[in-house]
């Protein structure tokens, strides 16, 4: 085999529209069909909403109105408007923006000229309009290419401002690309609670926020906060907290309006500055974890220039407040130590309370010492051979490229576990085998993590016995059999993450894996399907009298054929927090002793699926009936 020639045509440039097209990750992160918040058609949308966020920052327009119909997003400030002269270097040239100078917009949110840039070439179809001092602009785009162009500025009585619309494109995204309405909710909720006066309409529901991140915390307390809500409000700082009788700790954090849902150097200092304070103010070294175990907190700063750990923005890099200025650590410590110890002098039933719950925490982490130590002994050995554990190469927690595709998998009973294990790819999947129904953790305190062999050895699998910045898996995977049994492990698994690693759920680590219902094959072709709208679209596609087999269990899928349905094809199903109810209301619903109440439920919303011929395409006689075979 002969040697790849390398000279001077094997140097290639890309233009911005190539680069941006041929590798998307490096500007959106995952792409993900919409299922996930973290997914990139939700960067599109922030990158298309944090200009005109900005806008409202420096004094221009107090409202923005966001459109989603047919899979296309509108949005439309009444800012300043883009200058018309500029409308196509800041939709098309790349590295060009007015934020580079940060005199004009000191502390906003996008600063490098990328992110409408990538919306533009990620797009199927991207239009930008400028209203400006009663005249307009109009370009239209498709894959970042120009389709049509306003040539001449057209005369307009429109107010000042921008609008844009796009489509994500299939091209990158996929087929089955669908916006979340809940997701673009909670955004524009989040732009609400930062921008305290700005209106946010979706599709008709308004946005707005009067209190910030006190506003935040009511809307989103898992538990009954145990003493009124901290709010302390500084330039460039604005933080609130309270606690709740929860497991782990809660937090919110931003900068310059950006969720930073991974934290950084900003969250790191005020859960530092916040135990110096409150030791200094009880007069006793607490342990960390006693302080902050239950809190509910969210923080925002404002910093000139921030430096974000990637393109999307989701972890705080920056050390300083500005270049050569005040360190963020030092900015923050000192904020709190005045702030938080005036409030506390002032309001003595809440420093009451707060004392209260410290010292219910040390309590509790005491009793569980004896107990822990002896399970973290018992764990050690485990480690040595877990036979529950089938461990994969690369974790969350190592330095390598492809360390968010780590996965675990947790399954039940030998056949599904060999299935899966015969699957995986030994680099990036794990897989954790229990032994049958867990047990119903409801209303149990901590002590059962560590007295129960099982539990142990899946949370020190994990690596979250004391935080879940230690998680070794990116994805924790509950993978079980489409029926009843496996639908109740599900529950019984994630009412164990709910009850004591509720921060699993918060940070979007858990999901439930998607198994295929049905096999649908003929001589020629093989199709799966996981719904029966899919099935019955196969039987279509198929024609006349098709294999059917339905899968029961995931034991019954052969491994040659599990490998496509945990590949690059995954389905995953988020497993989130509901703020609408507490955990302990849902959990208490579910997972309680409510007999008749939950009864009732099931059968007000009890559903009868039916077979259902296809209505397209040639039709059985009807002494013609459809072979299936249940595997």
Same mark, same amino acid.
């Given at each position: 085999m002969s040697e790849p020639i390398y000279d001077e045509d094997s140097i290639r440039s890309l233009d911005w529209v190539e680069h941006i097209r041929l590798r998307p990750g490096m500007y959106i992160g995952k792409l993900g069909d919409g299922s996930a918040p973290d997914d990139g058609i939700y960067i599109l949308a922030k990158e298309a909403l944090d200009n005109s966020i900005d806008e409202f920052v420096m004094g221009h327009g107090k409202q923005i109105d966001?459109?989603?119909?047919?899979?296309?997003?509108?949005?439309?400030?009444?800012?300043?408007?883009?200058?018309?002269?500029?409308?196509?270097?800041?939709?098309?040239?790349?590295?060009?923006?007015?934020?580079?100078?940060?005199?004009?917009?000191?502390k906003s949110v996008g600063l490098n000229g990328v992110g409408i840039k990538a919306v533009n070439a990620l797009s199927s179809f991207f239009d930008i309009q400028a209203y400006r001092e009663g005249e307009t602009k109009l370009i239209e785009f498709s894959q970042g290419k120009v389709q049509q162009e306003m040539k001449k500025l057209q005369p307009t009585r429109e107010g000042n401002g921008t609008r844009l619309s796009f489509t994500p494109d299939a091209a990158i995204f996929g087929p089955r690309v669908k916006w979340d309405i809940e997701t673009l909710e909670r955004m524009c909720r989040y732009y609400s609670y930062l921008n305290t006066g700005l209106t946010l309409n979706l599709n008709g529901t308004k946005f707005r926020s009067k209190d910030g991140l006190a506003d935040l915390l009511r809307d989103n307390l898992p538990q009954e906060a145990l003493y009124p809500i901290i709010h302390l409000k500084g330039e460039d700082v604005e933080i609130a907290f309270t606690h709740a009788e929860q497991a782990g700790e809660d937090y919110y954090s931003f900068v310059n309006g950006q969720n930073t849902h991974q934290g950084g150097t900003h969250l790191a200092a005020f859960r530092e500055a916040l135990v110096k304070?409150?030791?200094?103010?009880?007069?006793?070294?607490?342990?960390?974890?006693?302080?902050?175990?239950?809190?509910?907190?969210?923080?925002?700063?404002?910093?000139?220039?921030p430096v974000f750990e990637s393109q999307t923005k989701t972890k705080l890099g920056s050390t300083h407040m500005e270049p050569e200025g005040q360190t963020v650590r030092t900015f923050i410590a000192n904020f709190l130590s005045k702030e938080l110890e005036l409030h506390l002098h002032k309001n003595k039933e809440t420093a009451k309370a707060l004392l209260e719950k410290i010292q219910m925490n040390e309590s509790e982490r005491k009793e569980l010492a004896g107990v822990a130590k002896i399970a973290k002994e018992r764990a050690r050995k485990a480690? &040595?051979?877990?036979?529950?554990?089938?461990?994969?190469?690369?974790?969350?927690?190592?330095?390598? /490229? $492809?360390? =968010?595709?780590?996965?675990?998998?947790?399954?039940?009973?030998?056949?599904?576990?060999?299935?899966?294990?015969?699957?995986?790819?030994?680099?990036?999947?794990?897989?954790?085998?229990l032994r049958g129904k867990p047990l119903n953790t409801f209303g149990l305190n901590k002590k059962i993590v560590y007295e129960n062999e099982e539990f142990n050895l899946l949370q020190h699998a994990l690596n979250i016995e004391d935080s879940v910045d230690d998680l070794r898996y990116n994805k924790v995977v509950l993978a079980t059999d489409a029926d009843v049994d496996g639908m109740h492990i599900r529950l019984l698994m994630i009412t164990f993450f709910l009850q004591f690693f509720p921060d699993l759920l918060r940070r979007g680590h858990l999901f439930?894996?998607?198994?295929?219902?049905?096999?649908?094959?003929?001589?020629?072709?093989? &199709?799966?399907s996981y719904s029966e709208?899919?099935?019955?679209?196969?039987?279509?596609?198929?024609? /006349? $009298?098709? =294999?059917?087999?339905?899968?029961?269990?995931?034991?019954?899928?052969n491994a040659s054929e599990f490998k496509h349905f945990i590949g690059k094809d995954i389905r995953l199903d988020p497993v989130g927090i509901d703020h609408s109810h507490s955990i302990k209301e849902l959990l208490t619903f579910y997972m309680g002793k409510n007999t008749p109440e939950r009864q009732e439920f099931i059968i007000r919303?009890?559903?009868?699926?039916?077979?259902?011929?296809?209505?397209?395409?040639?039709?059985?006689?009807?002494?013609?009936?459809?072979?299936?075979?249940?595997?």
């Open positions: 966001i459109e989603l119909a047919d899979g296309r997003m509108k949005v439309r400030d009444y800012g300043r408007g883009i200058p018309l002269g500029k409308l196509m270097d800041c939709a098309a040239k790349i590295n060009t923006g007015a934020k580079y100078d940060s005199k004009a917009f000191k304070t409150m030791r200094e103010h009880f007069k006793k070294d607490y342990d960390p974890s006693d302080i902050r175990t239950g809190i509910v907190a969210a923080i925002a700063i404002k910093v000139t220039e480690k &040595i051979h877990n036979k529950k554990l089938r461990d994969c190469r690369v974790h969350l927690d190592s330095t390598a /490229k $492809n360390k =968010e595709e780590s996965t675990l998998f947790i399954t039940e009973g030998n056949s599904a576990s060999g299935s899966i294990t015969s699957a995986r790819d030994v680099d990036t999947q794990a897989v954790f085998s439930v894996l998607q198994t295929p219902l049905f096999r649908i094959r003929n001589k020629k072709e093989t &199709i799966y709208e899919e099935k019955q679209a196969a039987m279509r596609k198929l024609g /006349k $009298n098709p =294999e059917i087999t339905r899968f029961k269990g995931l034991g019954e899928i919303n009890l559903r009868v699926e039916q077979d259902i011929l296809p209505p397209e395409g040639p039709q059985p006689r009807p002494d013609e009936s459809v072979e299936e075979k249940v595997a």
